[in-house]
């Protein structure tokens, strides 16, 4: 069992849901982003997900667009999201997953790519455009080098899809909460309980649900009928709003400590 996997496990006996939260490497820099992760880490969340910025984002809504654009004016690359996950690394053993597109990917080199995250402490990946059919090679490189894979499974995939999807992941099961993009929303589909049960019927992997989980109510609706709650745009804003460095990581310390604390209910 991979130490994903571990972290939903461990949570089960408690009956405690797990707290996905995303942060996109470089915003406001690069250097902030390690101590954003660490509080974030040190705040209650489970598993952090570092977003790579990319400039032609397939899934994001405008929050994410907008940080992942700042970031790269801020001058974040690749390499430079790698040496920031390895400055993390030294500070907490919060389990990491890199999300981006795959075309970052290809450019950097699959195997290069895998190589470096599993150096600087990645536990898994998630390539949130790359289809589980095109997937064989992509899984069998992050297999190799012992990194879990993560994939979307959305309201709308089709039965076939929704099995290969659950068959190429090692790490958990991403259920999309509604078609579209990424943003903070103010209420849950109505069908999410019949969404995540559909997954379930064809997997025993963790399943955890984001897209527009904004609240530590919705947070704590979601861990009721998944195993947990992936939040990322609302964090995005409050980096993004904040008016200096003090004041966003105690905003983020209050926010994420509010949705920890969701997962327990």
């Given at each position: 069992?991979?130490?994903?996997?571990q972290?939903?496990?461990?949570?089960?006996?408690?009956g405690?849901?797990?707290?996905?939260?995303y942060?996109?490497?470089?915003?406001p820099?690069?250097?902030?982003?390690?101590e954003?992760?660490t509080?974030?880490?040190?705040?209650g969340?489970?598993?952090i997900?570092?977003?790579?910025?990319y400039?032609d984002?397939?899934?994001?809504?405008?929050?994410?667009?907008?940080?992942?654009?700042?970031?790269?004016?801020a001058g974040?690359?690749i390499?430079g999201?790698?040496?920031c996950?390895?400055?993390?690394?030294?500070?907490?053993?919060?389990?990491l997953?890199i999300?981006t597109?795959?075309?970052?990917?290809?450019?950097f080199?699959?195997e290069?790519?895998?190589q470096e995250?599993?150096?600087?402490?990645?536990?898994g990946?998630?390539?949130s455009d790359l289809p589980p059919?095109?997937?064989?090679?992509?899984?069998?490189?992050?297999?190799?080098y012992?990194?879990?894979t993560?994939?979307?499974?959305?309201?709308?995939?089709?039965?076939?899809?929704v099995?290969?999807?659950?068959?190429?992941t090692t790490g958990?099961?991403?259920?999309?909460a509604?078609?579209?993009?990424t943003?903070?929303r103010?209420?849950?589909p109505?069908?999410?309980?019949?969404?995540?049960?559909r997954?379930r019927?064809v997997t025993d992997?963790?399943?955890?649900?984001g897209?527009?989980?904004s609240?530590?109510?919705q947070?704590?609706?979601?861990?009721?009928?998944?195993?947990?709650a992936i939040v990322?745009?609302?964090v995005?804003d409050?980096i993004?709003?904040?008016?200096?460095?003090?004041?966003?990581l105690?905003?983020?310390?209050?926010?994420v400590?509010?949705l920890?604390?969701?997962?327990?209910?």
């Open positions: 069992m991979n130490s994903i996997q972290t939903f496990a461990s949570n089960r006996p408690a405690r849901g797990v707290l996905v939260v942060v996109t490497a470089g915003d820099s690069l250097e902030e982003t390690v954003i992760v509080t974030v880490a040190d705040s969340a489970d598993i997900e570092l977003g790579i910025p400039s984002p397939l899934a994001d809504g405008p929050t994410i667009q907008g940080a992942s654009q700042r970031a790269l004016e974040a690359t390499q999201v790698f040496d996950a390895a400055q993390i690394r030294e500070r907490t053993s919060i389990p997953v999300m597109c795959y075309n970052p990917i290809l450019q080199g699959p290069t790519f895998v995250a599993s150096k600087v402490g990645i536990d990946i998630l390539a059919s095109e997937a064989e090679q992509w899984c069998a490189v992050a297999a190799e012992e990194l879990s993560v994939f979307l499974v959305a309201p709308t995939t089709p039965p076939q899809r099995a290969r999807a659950v068959e190429c958990f099961v991403y259920a999309v509604r078609p579209g993009v943003g903070a103010d209420e849950l109505e069908d999410l309980k019949d969404s995540v049960a997954i019927q992997l963790p399943i955890a649900v897209f527009g989980i609240t530590p109510q947070v704590a609706a979601v861990c009721e009928i998944a195993d947990g990322g745009s609302a995005v409050i993004a709003e904040a008016s200096n460095h003090e004041a966003r105690q905003q983020v310390s209050r926010f400590s509010a920890a604390a969701a997962t327990r209910q």
